[in-house]
């Protein structure tokens, strides 16, 4: 278990954390930034996500330069979609 900056679970109030990488979609303005191996901690009792600050300021940072088209994704991907119906 890697130890991490999270000291007690905002939801189940547990101490157990587990530092990952997750998957996960930046949205702004209808527009969509996937990364793959997003750092953050785990809570081991309810599964609740803590993204990491830094990692998100930097997510940040790296979409609107994008955007700007100062600077190039790392890739490309195509993935489905589904719209919802009732």
């Known amino acids: 278990m890697t130890k991490t900056k999270n000291t007690k679970c905002y939801y ?6 587990e530092e990952r990488r997750v998957r996960y979609i930046y949205s702004r303005e209808n527009n969509d930034l996937f990364i793959p191996d997003m750092p953050a901690d785990i809570c081991l009792n ?3 996500v803590y993204y ?3 990692a998100l300021l930097k997510v940040e940072q790296r979409f609107k330069a994008i955007q700007k088209h100062q600077e190039q994704p790392d890739r490309y991907a195509t ?3 589904m719209d919802y119906a009732s």
């Not at 189940?12 to 954390?17: A, H």
């Open 12 to 17: 189940c109030g547990s101490e157990d954390f």
């Open 46 to 48: 309810c599964g609740m």
């Open 52 to 54: 990491h600050g830094s």
């Open 79 to 81: 993935m489905p979609v």
